[in-house]
């Protein structure tokens, strides 16, 4: 399932991947319905995809759990990284480690989208 949200400018596609049972599903989710909520997004559903296989994980490019796609794209990847069924772990701008990307730095990459289309 995939969810969109409509901007000033269209629509915005919006998908959390997660590996099953995945510790920080619920908090990106939050994470994300904060940020979608600061960016005039508010009434964009949450939708979730669980990743199970490496296969899966190859076809999406799939890099970790949690995992936020953005218009398809994932805003925060790193260049070589390999897909893998995995916990995923984010250097926010202070160089700090987390299981969830930075508020802010997602923020700007929803208002990104939003002003593209």
């Not at 908090?27 to 319905?33: I, M």
């Not at 904060?34 to 190859?58: E, F, H, I, N």
């Not at 995992?67 to 995995?86: E, I, K, M, W, Y």
């Amino acid at each position: 399932m995939v969810c969109w949200a409509l901007s000033d400018n269209g629509y915005v596609e919006i998908e959390l991947l997660v590996v099953p049972d995945c510790p920080n599903e619920a908090p990106a989710r939050d994470l994300l319905v904060r940020a979608l909520a600061d960016v005039g997004l508010a009434d964009t559903d949450v939708c979730v995809r669980v990743v199970d296989s490496q296969q899966k994980a190859a076809e999406l490019g799939f890099t970790g759990s949690p995992t936020v796609l953005v218009n398809g794209r994932d805003p925060f990847s790193v260049a070589g990284r390999d897909a893998a069924l995995a916990c995923r772990v984010y250097r926010g701008p202070d160089g700090a480690l987390s299981g969830l990307p930075d508020e802010g730095e997602l923020r700007r990459a929803l208002k990104r989208a939003a002003a593209e289309i």
